[in-house]
Nanobody, 123 residues
Framework: VQLQASGGGLVQAGDSLRLSCAASGRTASRYVMGWFRQAPGREREFVAA????????WYADSMKGRFTISRDNAKNTVYLQMNSLKPEDTAVYYC?????????????????WGQGTQVTVSS
């Protein structure tokens, strides 16, 4: 499966952004889809994930209440709605697909990665 992330940009603190991840190739609905981010000089960290059906979601503690992950399997697209953005949310955001079982929050649980989209939040 090929993944294409989009929707990043430069925003001010408190603004919102919606990222999209379009999947092509094999049917994406069989995969757990995740969002990760990586800031300069830091390791890639888990943001959120959603099950194939959309019935289960997972979030990093620092994103709960601000970020919402969703998916539209008819469009093979996963979304990350980000509200109340903070400067510390600045990073390259990556979408990923896989069958992570118990490793939903780990990069090792995902086999397919998109190219990333830059999110910059100014103070």
């Amino acid at each position: 499966v090929q993944l294409q992330a989009s929707g990043g940009g430069l925003v001010q603190a408190g603004d919102s952004l919606r990222l999209s991840c379009a999947a092509s190739g094999r049917t994406a609905s069989r995969y757990v889809m995740g969002w990760f981010r990586q800031a300069p000089g830091r390791e890639r960290e888990f943001v959120a994930a959603i099950s194939g059906s959309g019935g289960s979601t997972w979030y990093a503690d620092s994103m709960k209440g601000r970020f919402t992950i969703s998916r539209d399997n008819a469009k093979n697209t996963v979304y990350l709605q980000m509200n109340s953005l903070k400067p510390e949310d600045t990073a390259v955001y990556y979408c990923a697909a896989g069958s992570p079982l118990l490793r939903v929050t780990s990069t090792s649980g995902y086999d397919h990665w998109g190219q990333g989209t830059q999110v910059t939040v100014s103070s």
